[in-house]
């Protein structure tokens, strides 16, 4: 994550991420001075190289990720919210670990509090209305998210 912290911060504010083995999520608020093309630009070189430190690391040719990036922008604060805890619930659905906290690579435990991050936690409480007493944040996020929802967002 820190590559993307590099490449991306300048363009925006993460506000939840999730590194999956297939698959990434990250949750951003843009800044007044974005640029698409920047943006694009950084994301480019941050998976081009993570694509060539897996390969190099793994012993391994190819392509590591589909081609076209999707980028989705959320306006319901609902629907917000509902993207935010379905990153972080992402590898509990998964059956990668049976608590989300003891997943280690995405934001969930920066907003409980045991590790320190990079995500606007600030921000995120502002935007997503997220509970700022953690042990109500932790109880919320094991709460029910509503999937289909998800699902056609993920499908457009």
């Not at 040719?61 to 629907?79: A, R, W």
């Not at 007493?133 to 967002?153: G, M, P, T, V, W």
Request: one cysteine or more; a negative charge; aromatic letters at 14%.
């Amino acid at each position: 994550m820190l590559k993307a912290s590099k490449e991306l911060n300048c363009q925006l504010d993460f506000l939840a991420y999730c590194l999956m083995p297939n698959h990434f999520h990250f949750l951003v608020y843009t800044k007044p001075e974005f640029e698409p093309v920047k943006f694009s630009n950084g994301m480019r070189t941050l998976l081009s190289s993570y694509t060539r430190a897996v390969l190099k690391q793994e012993h391994f040719t190819g392509s590591l990720f589909q081609q076209n990036t999707k980028f989705k922008e959320l306006v319901d604060d609902s629907y917000s919210h509902n993207c935010f805890r379905y990153i972080h619930q992402n590898p509990l659905k998964a059956k990668l670990v049976s608590r989300i906290e003891d997943w280690p690579h995405h934001s969930f435990n920066e907003y409980i509090g045991t590790v320190k991050g990079f995500c606007n936690t600030e921000l995120a409480g502002e935007i997503l209305t997220i509970p700022a007493d953690r042990d109500h944040f932790y109880k919320e996020s094991y709460n029910a998210i509503d999937e289909q929802s998800i699902l056609e967002l993920l499908k457009q």
